[in-house]
Nanobody, 119 residues
Framework: VQLQASGGGLVQPRGCLRR?????????????MEWYRQAPGKQRDLVAK???????SYADSVKGRFTISRDNAKKTAYLQMNNLEPEDTAVYFC??????????????WGQGTLVTVSS
Protein backbone atom coordinates (compact mmCIF):
# COMPACT_ATOMS: atom_id res chain seq x y z
CA VAL A 1 0.00 0.00 0.00
CA GLN A 2 1.26 3.45 -0.89
CA LEU A 3 -0.01 6.95 -0.33
CA GLN A 4 0.88 9.58 -2.90
CA ALA A 5 0.42 13.19 -1.84
CA SER A 6 0.48 16.12 -4.20
CA GLY A 7 -0.29 19.80 -4.29
CA GLY A 8 2.35 21.50 -2.19
CA GLY A 9 4.29 24.61 -3.09
CA LEU A 10 4.62 28.33 -2.57
CA VAL A 11 1.54 30.48 -2.15
CA GLN A 12 0.97 34.08 -1.15
CA PRO A 13 -0.88 35.02 2.03
CA ARG A 14 -4.66 34.78 1.60
CA GLY A 15 -4.09 32.40 -1.30
CA CYS A 16 -5.30 28.83 -1.61
CA LEU A 17 -4.03 25.36 -2.38
CA ARG A 18 -5.69 22.01 -2.92
CA ARG A 19 -3.89 18.94 -1.71
CA UNK A 20 -4.65 15.37 -2.63
CA UNK A 21 -3.62 12.07 -1.07
CA UNK A 22 -4.22 8.95 -3.16
CA UNK A 23 -3.93 5.43 -1.80
CA UNK A 24 -3.03 2.47 -3.97
CA UNK A 25 -2.28 -1.21 -3.51
CA UNK A 26 -4.07 -4.18 -2.03
CA UNK A 27 -6.76 -2.22 -0.21
CA UNK A 28 -10.00 -3.69 1.03
CA UNK A 29 -11.23 -0.57 2.75
CA UNK A 30 -9.93 2.69 4.18
CA UNK A 31 -11.21 3.93 7.50
CA UNK A 32 -10.10 7.37 8.69
CA MET A 33 -7.88 9.55 6.52
CA GLU A 34 -5.98 12.41 8.10
CA TRP A 35 -3.79 15.37 7.30
CA TYR A 36 -1.01 16.43 9.64
CA ARG A 37 1.53 19.21 9.43
CA GLN A 38 4.86 19.92 10.99
CA ALA A 39 6.27 23.41 11.10
CA PRO A 40 10.03 23.94 11.50
CA GLY A 41 11.10 23.16 15.04
CA LYS A 42 7.63 22.04 16.10
CA GLN A 43 5.84 18.76 16.61
CA ARG A 44 3.61 17.14 14.03
CA ASP A 45 0.02 18.24 14.61
CA LEU A 46 -3.29 16.95 13.32
CA VAL A 47 -4.91 19.36 10.86
CA ALA A 48 -8.04 17.51 9.76
CA LYS A 49 -9.53 14.06 9.64
CA UNK A 50 -12.39 12.42 7.79
CA UNK A 51 -14.15 9.12 8.34
CA UNK A 52 -15.20 6.72 5.63
CA UNK A 53 -18.73 8.08 6.06
CA UNK A 54 -17.53 11.62 5.46
CA UNK A 55 -17.60 12.95 8.99
CA UNK A 56 -14.84 15.51 9.42
CA SER A 57 -13.13 17.42 12.17
CA TYR A 58 -10.50 20.15 12.21
CA ALA A 59 -7.86 21.76 14.34
CA ASP A 60 -9.09 25.06 15.74
CA SER A 61 -6.36 26.91 13.84
CA VAL A 62 -7.76 25.91 10.45
CA LYS A 63 -11.52 25.80 11.08
CA GLY A 64 -13.39 27.83 8.51
CA ARG A 65 -10.39 27.97 6.19
CA PHE A 66 -9.57 24.34 5.39
CA THR A 67 -11.93 21.67 4.11
CA ILE A 68 -11.19 17.96 4.03
CA SER A 69 -13.08 15.66 1.69
CA ARG A 70 -12.65 12.23 0.16
CA ASP A 71 -13.63 10.14 -2.80
CA ASN A 72 -13.88 6.55 -1.61
CA ALA A 73 -14.05 5.14 -5.14
CA LYS A 74 -10.74 6.83 -5.94
CA LYS A 75 -9.28 6.06 -2.51
CA THR A 76 -8.29 9.71 -2.32
CA ALA A 77 -8.56 12.41 0.31
CA TYR A 78 -8.38 16.11 -0.44
CA LEU A 79 -7.49 19.14 1.62
CA GLN A 80 -8.70 22.47 0.30
CA MET A 81 -6.75 25.23 2.02
CA ASN A 82 -8.14 28.75 1.68
CA ASN A 83 -7.11 32.09 3.11
CA LEU A 84 -3.65 30.75 3.87
CA GLU A 85 -1.54 32.49 6.46
CA PRO A 86 2.24 32.47 6.98
CA GLU A 87 1.56 30.39 10.10
CA ASP A 88 0.31 27.59 7.82
CA THR A 89 3.82 27.11 6.47
CA ALA A 90 4.77 23.54 7.21
CA VAL A 91 5.45 20.12 5.78
CA TYR A 92 2.08 18.46 5.30
CA PHE A 93 1.56 14.70 5.64
CA CYS A 94 -1.42 12.51 4.95
CA UNK A 95 -2.21 9.13 6.41
CA UNK A 96 -4.81 6.46 5.97
CA UNK A 97 -6.09 3.69 8.24
CA UNK A 98 -6.10 0.83 5.73
CA UNK A 99 -7.48 -2.69 5.90
CA UNK A 100 -5.81 -4.86 3.28
CA UNK A 101 -7.31 -7.88 1.57
CA UNK A 102 -5.17 -10.15 3.76
CA UNK A 103 -6.87 -8.72 6.83
CA UNK A 104 -3.96 -6.58 7.95
CA UNK A 105 -4.96 -3.22 9.39
CA UNK A 106 -2.27 -0.58 9.37
CA UNK A 107 -1.82 3.18 9.19
CA UNK A 108 0.15 4.26 6.15
CA TRP A 109 1.77 7.65 5.66
CA GLY A 110 2.38 9.59 2.50
CA GLN A 111 5.53 11.56 1.88
CA GLY A 112 5.58 15.02 3.37
CA THR A 113 5.32 17.98 1.03
CA LEU A 114 6.21 21.53 1.91
CA VAL A 115 3.65 24.32 1.79
CA THR A 116 5.19 27.77 2.09
CA VAL A 117 2.97 30.79 2.60
CA SER A 118 4.95 33.90 1.88
CA SER A 119 4.82 37.08 -0.14
Amino acid sequence: VQLQASGGGLVQPRGCLRRSCAASGSIFTINVMEWYRQAPGKQRDLVAKISSAGRSSYADSVKGRFTISRDNAKKTAYLQMNNLEPEDTAVYFCNADVVSYNGLRKIYWGQGTLVTVSS
